[in-house]
């Protein structure tokens, strides 16, 4: 970071000193992992009094969203401030107060297809972490090709009459309320029939299993909707779909790529991240010389692609678009981070092989990097088609 | 820091460059130098220094344009482009930066002169099949006032044809640079043909005389001179792999889009989607290690070290990558020397073993990251 111009000097003073004064000494461990988080809702027990109060300081300054407008609960900063800000959150080693898929799947399409009311329904409650959302996209008959849903919404006059399964619901048996993909019009060509439904999870006909995953978690459920009846109308000019009815796909489009720059910038770490090198040679197994010439390879692939995050962060701030692009840092950041687990599970031998060791998990977990958001395979579909314009 | 973004400036920069070079010096160019058995166009490398290009890193007050590392990139990288072979990257990058370190007369016009176009250099360190600068045998005794130069330095490029030579050589506590006229006498240079149809020479030193003016800085501390030198130029030469590497991908890329095959484009075949779609992701990321490099030459010179060889390092491997995609997705045709994949082919390996190969890089990230 270099010499702030004079507004952004005098912003960077005033978040130092703000974070100084509110931040609590004990959400200053920089603490990541699955534990730290606060994830919000109405069933949510705050690990710590000062987790408690570090998301009720910064939800009332707006902190929790920056980047929203103040009216919908967030602070209202530009990207330079954003910028400052996280800067300034990295140097005291602030936790995040809040994370959770209302700040970065539902928010983001509400401030994009919203109506002025919906934001000013849906919005606040999930800046203040009060209501914890989950998403309703995959069905067991539709993962790649995601279009294909099949849950049904029928038109009942004031309720659709929502009937099927939902996969890959992650933390639904924990969340409030699901946004869902529904289809809507069972005539109309397979992109042109679907909605994008805000749902009650205390629905009656509403339920959740967890599905148990490889690496020993279950973070993610099978979500039914059996005869569950969802009003059209939340009150006055909130309808309970976002967007048009039946133009769901745009909605889910816009969120997909927003996921995959979320994907690829919070669980892919590199170049930010530690050294792999330095990592593992604190195993003391980078004396094996395949070993080592691997990692040299990683470390420079991590920090090439560290670089490419900035490079495109800084291209989005000069107003110059990237798009579709966002595939790309999907797809490597993903098979980078696969890469980085397999080689500290290499460099960590028998060691990582116990469970309690803690290593075997995130090794694991990992896999699922290249598939959730959008395989691999299909970020190098939507490459080749919309960014290099070969035949479909 | 300055953005990882190019300025306007260096848009500007980079399309009045390849403006210039699609007209003046296309694949074409060096194809026709080729089979005319030559291997440097003088009248190119004036029309280059006229537009300051040879200038690009000598100051002001020498009469250059000192337009900064990431600016040179931004040159190096068209030229990689359209294959465009000139005394740049030896001349105008590499002698340009090591004589930016002093500050005489002597160095000062020799800027002047590089500016001009008139003068040419050559970096003559290497005396092995890999670059090893630190393990230099060519030895220069004290004799009289001076010394005498004696060894056999390999792989110069550009050392068939340039006029001044920059030569490492062992002295009685170190390494030392010299600055030499390379036709002084017991300077015998035999220039090699190249794989990629640029100059080269293998070149002997017997007794060869130097004063204490012909020492670029001190006695028995070459790096502080050449260190920096060697960096930009392997900042440059990464940029200008970089651009050979989208050269070859853009003219597979139309390839795909044109060449029908079971009656329809062979690029809308998902096998070739997807590896065009990997290699486009690998160009992408090693732009961003590129301009990073550039934004550190300018702007934090002394800890640009890691960012240089990040950089020479993914260029090597991307433009491998491209090269070889590149033949395999053109099929019988890439084969051909009537088409140019095959001179991007030879060029990407040249430049993947000048001045450090990927091995080389790795190292020297590794060292700088702590392990």
Known sequence: MGQDSGDLALFRADIRAWLDENCPQDMRDGAVGEDSICWGGKNWNFTSEAQEIWLHRCATAGYSVPTWPVEYG????????????????????ARLPLQSFGIWMLGPALLQFGTHAQKLHFLPPIARGEIRWCQGYSEPGAGSDLASVQTKAEDKGDHWLVNGQKIWTSYANKADWIFALLRTDRDAPKHKGISFVLIDMR????????????????????????????????????PSQVGEINRGWDVAKYLLTHEREMISGSAMLAGSGRSLGVILSESGHLDDPILRADVMRAEIDELAFGLTLERYKDQASAGQGTGDASAMLKYVGTELNKRRQELIMAGAGADALAWDDGRAPDWLRSKANSIEGGTSEVMLSILSRRVLGLPG | MTKLVRTEEEIMLADAARGFLDEAAPVAHLRAQRDAGQTHDPELWKQMAEMGWAGVLVPEAAGGADMGFAAANV?????????????????????????????????????????????????????????????????????GNGFRLSGEKRFVVDGGFANHLLVLARTDAGLTLFDIPADRAGIARTAQAMIDSRDAARITFDGVEATGDNVLGQVDDAMTVLAPALHAGQAALAAEMSGLAAGA???????????????????????????????WSDCEVTASAILNAGRMLDGDPDNAALAV??????????????????????????????????????RARVGAEWLGDY?????????????
């Open chain 1, 203 to 238: 629905s009656e006909g509403a339920s959740t299993r967890p599905i148990g995953l490889i690496s020993g978690a279950s973070p993610f459920c099978e979500t039914f909707f059996d005869n569950v009846k969802v009003p059209k109308s939340y009150g006055e000019d909130i």
């Open chain 2, 309 to 346: 060889s990040l950089a020479k390092a993914r260029a090597t491997q991307t433009a491998q990558l491209a090269v070889q995609e590149g033949v395999q997705m053109h099929g019988g045709i890439g084969m051909t020397d009537e088409f140019d994949m095959g001179f991007y082919m030879k």
């Open chain 2, 75 to 143: 040159l190096a990288e068209e030229m990689g482009r359209s294959l465009t072979a000139s005394p740049f990257l030896s001349t105008a990058v590499i002698a340009a930066t090591a004589l930016r370190q002093i500050s005489d007369e002597r160095a000062r016009t020799a800027l002047a002169a590089i500016a001009g176009g008139a003068r040419t250099y050559a970096l003559a360190i290497d005396e092995g099949s890999k670059h090893a600068p630190e393990a230099s045998a060519l030895r220069a005794e004290r004799d």
């Open chain 2, 359 to 371: 091995g080389y890089h790795a190292g020297v990230v590794a060292r700088l990251r702590g392990f």
């Open chain 1, 74 to 93: 967030g602070a209202g900063l530009n990207r330079d401030q954003e910028k400052i800000f996280h800067e300034e959150m990295a140097r005291i080693n």
């Open chain 2, 249 to 279: 991908f853009g003219m597979t890329l139309a390839y795909l889009k044109e060449r029908t095959q079971f009656g329809v484009p062979i690029g809308s075949f998902q096998a070739l989607q997807h590896r065009a779609a990997h290699l």
